[in-house]
């Protein structure tokens, strides 16, 4: 009998935020092997003036979703009502539930304690994947204090899901380290599975060089959320400083520090950095294969509870990549290991140094390149990860 997987999640196909793209992908694939069923908002998480239909079915997996109100995801009151409105209604769908496997993920935070506490009430088995962990990232970013009354709620409520699942997936090995040693987590409870790429080498958009004024220019790409966890100083004092007119700086996407970069790249007069709009996803991929090297960041301290995944992304290009990351990260340990780009300390003056070099020596450039198709081909591609995937939840259905 075909074994039912129930997936708990803010968001979903035909969404395009990172957190949609990557569900989508698992569970579509995961639908050849198992029946399951989606419940999520019914508006785009980026562009929530769109509206999905409330009920749909996509080869083996059925999408329920819940409707929320016409908000930006920047505005902290219209999130808190969504957030009132999720609440009560994935509660509702948690209790109705009876699928075999209970799946969440951590957006929104309260979202794990629910599923697992619905799960465990029923004897259901049940698996957590972990991407930004809050409120810790919170406190590491001086928003809230230790000592505050929603930390203290929300850090029972992360351990009671944490100690409870069957499963908990993270993205790193430094994930993984801060459980144990933060939440007090056993081992063996946790399995590390990265995010992924889809092979994606191609072309290139070369409308998007001509438009843009790029020909001939070695472009230095990011592409993504705007957001409280990445760090962008670096990239900008770098920009400043590297006085060549043929490296150009490209910054693709939206978030709450798009404003905050766009006043700085005018107020420092950076006319080598192109500040852009989320790109549609028909013209995405087009567009990041014109890229010559890609640009990840995190901000100090945020090691073990924060991974960029766009690396995976970036890696499927094929294309070296800047990692302005601490340096027991995952994605620092992991640049390091397999030397597929340039590592970077937080250091403008050293950042400036190493993009010359490779602009200027073209050898290097290519090995670089080369690890990173390497990389991408034996660690990152979409089938070894959801192979991955697929063996876990066979373990968990034989786990008696």
């Not at 562009?47 to 409330?54: F, L, T």
């Not at 400083?241 to 709450?256: A, L, P, Q």
């Not at 090691?303 to 070296?320: A, D, F, N, Q, R």
């Amino acid at each position: 009998m075909e074994k039912e997987i129930k997936v708990f999640t803010q968001m979903f196909y035909p969404d395009i935020s990172a957190t949609a793209k990557v569900l989508s992908d698992l569970f579509f694939n995961l639908g050849d092997y198992y029946k399951i069923k989606v419940i999520c908002q019914n508006r785009s998480y980026i562009h929530p003036d769109v509206k999905y239909e409330e009920k749909s079915k996509i080869n083996n997996v059925i999408i329920d979703r819940i409707k929320v109100r016409k908000t930006n995801k920047n505005s902290l009151s219209g999130r808190i009502i969504n957030f009132i409105i999720l609440y009560r209604n994935f509660k509702k769908e948690a209790k109705k539930a009876n699928e075999d496997i209970f799946f969440c993920v951590s957006n929104p935070p309260f979202l794990p304690y629910i599923t697992i506490k619905e799960a465990n009430r029923k004897n259901k088995k049940s698996v957590f994947l972990l991407h930004d962990l809050y409120p810790d990232v919170l406190v590491k970013l001086g928003k809230i204090s230790e000592k505050s009354f929603f930390y203290k709620i929300m850090y029972k409520m992360n351990k009671y899901a944490f100690e409870n699942s069957r499963k908990i997936i993270v993205l790193g090995r430094d994930v993984k380290e801060y459980l144990i040693n933060n939440y007090n987590i056993k081992d063996e409870r946790i399995e590390i599975i990265t995010n992924w790429g889809n092979n994606t080498i191609n072309i290139g958009n070369t409308d998007f060089r001509k438009k843009y004024n790029l020909r001939n220019k070695f472009v230095i790409m990011y592409t993504g959320n705007l957001g409280e966890t990445a760090e962008f100083d670096t990239l900008l004092n770098t920009a400043k400083i590297i006085n060549n007119d043929n490296i150009k700086f490209v910054i693709i996407g939206d978030g709450r520090k798009k404003r905050l970069i766009s006043g700085k790249i005018d107020e420092m007069k950076l006319n080598n950095i192109l500040l852009l709009d989320y790109l549609p996803e028909d013209e995405y991929y087009g567009v990041i294969n014109t890229a010559d090297m890609f640009y990840v960041s995190l901000k100090e301290g945020l090691e073990g509870i924060s991974v960029p995944s766009k690396t995976y992304t970036y890696l499927s290009v094929g294309k070296p990549i800047i990692a302005v990351v601490p340096p027991k990260s995952e994605i620092g340990l992991s640049i390091k290991e397999d030397n597929y780009g340039i590592y970077n300390n937080y250091d403008p003056i050293k950042l400036r140094e190493d993009i010359l070099e490779i602009f200027h020596n073209k050898h290097k450039y290519n090995i670089l390149k080369e690890n990173a198709q390497k990389t991408f081909a034996s660690k990152y591609d979409r089938p070894i990860i959801l192979e991955k995937y697929y063996n876990l939840f066979k373990e968990l259905e034989a786990d008696k």
